[in-house]
């Protein structure tokens, strides 16, 4: 299912096993230098691997030049309509050559490419667009949108590969999200070479963000994908690359900083987490380490499930506790948990990744909390009925095995519909 074959973009390995590579795509006019490297450096530090840089005018070539030299991680030069500027960004030494067979003027024109590409040992992403189809394929497309993508990127691979040039990765890309992950499930069965993903025009950072999280989460999912990018209407490129990391990260597939796990809130809550959460978001941007943080909005449910979580804070009205791995380790004014938090975490790291505990502090805690657990001992909280609702599922299927194995050891088990 997932890519077979692997390519390499600079020093970035795609498909063939390796960590899904996290992309994105400056912003600015390419022939202006400075704000391009500035970004370029932006979504870097903000943990891209490659990026990707329009190339429409001879003078995005010349500043390509300077970028390719001074980015901090690999890239990728977009060409549209006119092959000569492939040339030239190859030239000019672009990691890797995004163009769409379909618009670049006929097989000789990418043949051209191909050849100079090979001779430079650089890579080619081949990209297919809901929006840009070959004119053969416009019925097919009317008929079924996902066959006509789909039969697009085959017959772009089977071109390349008549070009002897089998070095590329390939996107077939949607603004419909259902769409894309069809197409994407049936290419994946159709090609072993990687695939870049994406949902085109997905929008704000709002509808933006969801669109692509539903649609290359699910395909992510399933082990499809190798490389992702996530098309924002934002001039912050780095936005794009949060998304996308958040996205690998929720789905186990790479680690990168903390990990922030927060209760929905209820009408429980006892302090203003809105503001709380938003804090410990911006300030846990400072530590590269995947720590799990966790914020509960009351100490009712005790640390329950967040009793896996590194460190956490659950809070009452005028004070709140401080935990670590399911242990109270102090509590706190409810005005001084942010911060006392950070101190703990620091002081974690300090120590060399030990959790430091003072004996009497974590004891105060405990008794703190084992107090407010026990006041509110009768309250169905959204973890209690959902640990209700999960100990009744479990219960049932207890039932249904035990009722199955009765059957099966029957002395009239198998006979029932033996005919007489
Ligand atoms: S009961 Fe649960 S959801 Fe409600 S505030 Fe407390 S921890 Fe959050």
Redesign the pocket.
């Known amino acids: 299912m997932s890519s077979r074959r692997q390519i390499w973009v600079g020093g970035v390995p795609i498909g063939g096993g390796a960590p899904v590579a996290v992309q994105s795509m400056c912003k600015t006019e390419t022939a202006d230098y400075e704000a391009t490297i500035k970004q370029i450096r932006a979504v870097a530090d903000a943990g891209a691997d490659l990026v990707r840089v329009a190339v429409p005018r001879e003078t995005d070539v010349d500043a390509l030049k300077r970028i390719v030299v001074d980015s901090p991680i690999p890239i990728i030069a977009d060409i549209h309509f006119n092959y000569t500027l492939a040339l030239k960004s190859i030239d000019a030494g672009a990691h890797c050559i995004r163009l769409n067979p379909g618009n670049i003027g006929g097989p000789d024109k990418v043949a051209q490419v191909a050849d100079r590409a090979r001779a430079a040992g650089v890579p080619m992403r081949i990209g297919v667009n809901s929006g840009s189809l070959p004119k053969h394929l416009h019925e097919l497309e009317r008929e079924n949108p996902v066959e006509a993508l789909v039969t697009a990127a085959v017959e772009f691979v089977a071109l390349m590969e008549r070009l002897d040039f089998e070095d590329f990765k390939v996107s077939i890309k949607s603004t419909s999200v259902p769409n894309t992950i069809a197409a994407n499930r049936l290419l994946a069965e159709r090609i072993d070479y990687p695939l870049h993903l994406g949902i085109t025009e997905a929008g704000t950072k709002w509808t933006g963000s969801l669109k692509s999280a539903v649609g290359l989460g699910a395909l992510l999912a399933d082990g499809i994908g190798d490389t992702i990018r996530i098309s924002l209407s934002t001039f912050h490129a780095e936005e794009e690359v949060k998304v996308a990391w958040e996205i690998l990260k929720a789905l186990k597939l790479r680690e990168r900083g903390p990990v922030l796990i927060a209760?929905?809130?209820?009408?429980?809550?006892?302090f203003d987490m809105d503001t709380v959460v938003v804090d410990i978001e911006k300030r846990l941007e400072a530590y590269a380490d995947p720590i799990e943080v966790a914020v509960?909005?009351?100490a009712?449910?005790g640390i329950g499930e967040a009793s896996h979580a590194d460190f956490g804070i659950?809070g009452a009205k005028n004070e709140g506790l401080i935990f670590s791995r399911g242990k109270p380790l102090k509590k706190v004014p409810t005005e001084q948990l942010v911060d006392a938090l950070f101190a703990e975490i620091d002081r974690y790291y300090a120590a060399g990744k030990q959790v430091v505990s003072d004996a009497a502090l974590a004891a105060e805690g405990a008794e703190w909390l084992a107090a407010i657990e026990a006041e509110n001992a009768d309250d169905l909280?959204?973890?209690r009925l959902a640990a209700m609702e999960k100990a009744k599922q479990a219960e049932e299927a207890e039932a249904v095995e035990a009722e199955r194995l009765a059957e099966a050891a029957s002395p009239t088990a198998g006979r029932r519909f033996t005919r007489a």
């Open positions: 209760c929905p809130t209820c009408g429980r809550l006892q509960l909005g009351c009712v449910n659950t909280t959204p973890e």
